[in-house]
Nanobody, 113 residues
């Protein structure tokens, strides 16, 4: 399984939006549940959102309707649209393939006050 490739992180002001994308270059994508996690230095990695092979989604309690996870099986891509960002959303965000238990390298999201 090749490493997952993430993109879309960056610096945004509070209240702004970002879209993260994760491409799975090899292997089987369509049957794998996919997830986005985040980690703040010194804290445990936590689930942000998860989407199953049928498109059903679950979110961390802190999301509160602000984020949307989606997948494009033809492009082997899972995306995370994040709206109404707050400084508490600042973290490194990781993409995860459950089928292969593989992770991306992480992409930094920084939200300024």
């Amino acid at each position: 399984q090749e490493p997952l490739v993430e993109s879309g992180g960056g610096l945004v002001q509070a209240g702004g939006s970002l879209r993260l994308s994760c491409t799975v270059p090899g292997g089987i994508f369509s049957i794998s549940p996919m997830g986005w996690y985040r980690q703040v230095r010194g804290k445990q990695r936590e689930l942000v959102a998860r989407i199953d092979s049928g498109g059903g989604a679950d979110y961390g309690d802190f999301v509160k309707g602000r984020f949307t996870i989606s997948r494009d099986n033809a492009r082997k891509t899972v995306s995370l649209r994040m709206n109404s960002l707050t400084p508490e959303d600042t973290a490194v965000y990781y993409c995860h393939s459950e089928l292969y238990n593989s992770w991306g390298q992480g992409t930094q999201v920084t939200v300024s006050p």
